[in-house]
């Protein structure tokens, strides 16, 4: 099959209109791109608003009918204050009832002593609420006690009080486990911020029994704080009471262990001074400052010694001797005065020989001179080393005499620590056991009841007014996203707008939603109802047609759809019957040979037809066109449906028919069948001057026009335009285009 119609013998131009097929599919956009506005959005809303509506719809009806349904909550509070500070006047490093340091940690085990299972058990025995039916419902109860009690909650100011009849028997311990978990989940602990307020509220379908909980917990936490405080006082006593007894003994012991060692070692100690040997560390102390000073003395004598022992080193002795300074002078003037009559005589003159001999005496008194001193240095040193001497043998004579008496009172001095640390001792428990003592009396409490729980009058749970405002903010709230998200997914076309934005095609127009009654099968809209706002589209469509090419107006027109059942057979008849009244005679070819349609729409026989003509048994004068009651406006249908419909279409019989019409009419008009999956259009688009495409509003999708557009480009055929069938009215609201469409929705 060659479905371009090019082979040997098979190359035609059935007219020159067909030039026009030759030109680029192509369309460019010069709008600008609008940015998303608020209106969008407000107009997917609108077109999604029955999506919103049965969702909001949904949640508030389902929220309504919960809510009254659930079965009434009743909250009883009790405030409570508790106090970090001890209430009693004395306090002491662990006891029992002071607070910890950190106050946050003090009322964080406040809190969770109030939500403690042991609290929940005392309680509960205090209340005996394991009798109590409301708290703790017996089996087998009847049908008329289960309908009672419902009419009973149903009146939110009648408490039910205890009833201490009925099986007082104590509940096992797995009893007792499921009534503490159950006790528990009724209560809530909140503390208020900033303050030492803390509420306990009991939460309970029976008003009474929230009230009597709540209570009963806040006095049991209060009685559960005392008697801690009492059990830890009691046991502290009773080991303090141990303690005491034990150091009295041992008290006396080394009291009479000190005194038999001072009388056998004939020690008298004067309160609490030992004078003896404060006497003797002061002596000591003043031997050892004039030890130092000798030391100091001699060591500044054998300074000066060690000067002298080195005749070659000038120390300090001699340096700041003013007699040798003198003598130094003297000679150094005598050896300047030499120095310079040397380079006028020489040394054997007399005067020179004089000056020597002058030198020589000052050099010989200032050697007697150092001889001197150094005979004095070291008899001071001498001195100095004998008094240190004397010193040092007086020291250590001192420092034997109070290590002798230190040894002697060593042993006293242990006595006496263990009589003072065992007294300390003793003392120390006397006063803990006093303390102890005024604690375990029970005459105050850091938690005080600020205010009791009344009996609730109204429900605390379900608040019906805030769960049906609640249901309607969060179903329109969810109304809208869920419309959003089917919008995000929804990738199919609404209007001429997202055509061209899309696809670059122009589009040539649009047709509203029209509703035909299922009698009626000839939908003539341009024809019986002329004056109509929808003719006037197709009028619309037909002269964008005549003005789509630059050249020539297209005549043959083919009018097709990516897909089935979208209304491209009332848009070919309608268009056709539109041309007819502005341009001239035209013709409608059913080229559906698989489906036709258009001999219902006008009521016309089919038995002679396209598919009749192309296989040969019917020529063109037999009958092959017929008549409408459309003024200018022939048919040919489709004929018997053929086995064989593609070969049909793409024989030469169909380029001749094409020809001889081309010549006869003004315009024509092919129908059709669908262009994806089947070869009858796209041969179709090839021979004739344009092509139309229809797509119809939210079921053709951007890709299925895409597709039908690369197809186009690649067989090299022209596309006219694209008409969007079935706009409804949502989908023109709060855009551009409801300003000049929106009359079709006002017929």
């Known amino acids: 099959m060659n479905i371009d119609g090019e082979g040997p013998g098979n190359e035609i131009k059935p007219y020159e209109a067909r030039e026009l097929s030759s030109e680029q599919l192509r369309f460019e956009d010069f709008e600008p791109q609008e940015e998303t506005h608020l209106r969008d959005y407000l107009g997917v809303i609108l077109r999604r608003k029955w999506v919103v509506i049965s969702f909001a719809l949904f949640v508030i009806i389902s929220v309504t009918i919960s809510t009254f349904m659930m079965r009434p909550l009743y909250k009883a509070t009790a405030v409570i204050r508790i106090n970090a500070g001890n209430p009693e006047p004395i306090s002491f490093k662990g006891d029992p009832a002071a607070p910890p340091d950190d106050d946050n940690n003090y009322y964080e085990t406040q809190y969770k002593i109030l939500r403690s299972r042991a609290l929940a058990k005392q309680t509960i025995q205090k209340l005996k609420l394991y009798v109590n039916p409301e708290f703790n419902p017996r089996p087998g109860k009847t049908l008329f006690a289960t309908l009672k009690g419902w009419v009973v909650d149903l009146i939110p100011f009648k408490g039910r009080s205890n009833d201490p009849a009925g099986n007082a028997k104590e509940p096992s311990a797995e009893e007792y486990s499921a009534l503490i978990n159950k006790f528990l989940s009724m209560i809530q602990v909140t503390p208020e911020k900033k303050t030492q307020l803390v509420r306990v509220s009991c939460v309970s379908p029976f008003p009474g029994l929230a009230r009597h909980a709540a209570n009963g917990l806040a006095d049991g936490y209060i009685d559960f704080n005392i008697d801690n405080r009492l059990d830890a006082s009691k046991k502290t006593g009773a080991i303090l009471q141990k303690q005491i007894d034990l150091f009295k003994a041992k008290v006396a012991a080394s009291e009479a262990a000190l005194d038999d060692y001072a009388s056998k070692n004939g020690m008298l100690i004067v309160g609490n ?192 007014p805030l769960n049906i405002f609640l249901s309607l903010v969060f179903g329109l709230g969810g109304g809208i996203g869920l419309a959003f998200f089917i919008e995000y997914f929804d990738n199919t076309f609404k209007n001429t707008h997202e055509i061209e934005r899309a696809t670059r095609l122009p589009a040539l127009g649009m047709i509203p939603m029209q509703k035909f009654p299922a009698v009626v099968k000839r939908p003539l809209i341009a024809y019986s109802q002329s004056r109509s706002p929808v003719a006037e589209a197709f009028r619309s469509i037909g002269t964008f047609i005549m003005l789509s090419s630059s050249a020539k107006p297209p005549k043959t027109i083919l009018i097709t759809s990516p897909g089935e059942k979208e209304g491209k057979t009332t848009i070919c008849i309608n268009t056709a019957m539109a041309l007819a009244e502005s341009t001239g005679n035209g013709i409608i070819i059913d080229a559906d040979l698989r489906k036709p349609k258009l001999h219902h729409s006008f009521g016309a026989e089919n038995a002679i037809g396209l598919s009749t003509f192309l296989s040969g048994n019917a020529e063109f004068e037999e009958g092959l066109i017929q008549k409408t009651q459309i003024n200018g406006l022939n048919i040919i249908t489709s004929g018997p449906i053929a086995p064989n419909p593609s070969e049909l279409i793409v024989s030469r019989r169909m380029k001749d028919l094409l020809e001889a019409l081309y010549t006869m009419y003004d315009f024509v008009i092919i129908d059709s069948p669908p262009l994806m999956g089947m070869s009858d259009s796209i041969y179709l688009s090839r021979i004739v001057d344009g092509s139309v495409i229809v797509i119809k509003a939210g079921e053709t999708t951007k890709q299925v026009l895409s597709e039908t557009k690369k197809i186009y480009r690649n067989i090299n055929a022209k596309i006219l335009g694209v008409v969007l069938n079935g706009i409804k009215e949502s989908d023109l609201k709060y855009n551009y285009y409801s300003n000049y469409y929106s009359s079709y929705f006002r017929e």
Not at 308 to 328: H, K, T, Y
Not at 381 to 393: F, I, P, V
């Open 273 to 464: 001074k030992d004078n003896k040997q404060n006497i003797m560390v002061e002596k000591l102390a003043e031997i050892s400052q004039a030890l130092n000073a000798a030391t100091t003395k001699r060591l500044q004598a054998e300074a000066l010694r060690a000067q002298v022992d080195r005749p070659q080193a000038e120390g300090s002795l001699f340096v700041d001797n003013r007699l040798i300074q003198s003598l130094r002078k003297q000679y150094e003037s005598l050896q300047a005065q030499y120095s310079n009559l040397l380079t006028i005589y020489k040394p054997e003159y007399p005067k020179m020989q004089m000056l020597k001999s002058q030198m020589r005496a000052i050099l010989r008194s200032i050697a007697s001179e150092k001889r001197k001193l150094a005979g004095s240095v070291t008899s001071d040193y001498q001195t100095d080393r004998r008094a240190e001497n004397y010193l040092s043998q007086e020291y250590a004579k001192q420092e034997a005499a109070i290590l002798n008496y230190q040894k002697a009172n060593s042993q006293y001095q242990i006595l006496k620590g263990d009589v003072d640390s065992n007294r300390a001792l003793y003392n120390t428990l006397l006063d803990r056991m006093k303390q102890v003592t005024a604690a375990a009396t029970p005459i105050s409490t850091n938690i005080q009841v600020l205010d009791r729980a009344e009996l609730p009058m109204v429900p605390f749970k379900p608040n019906k």
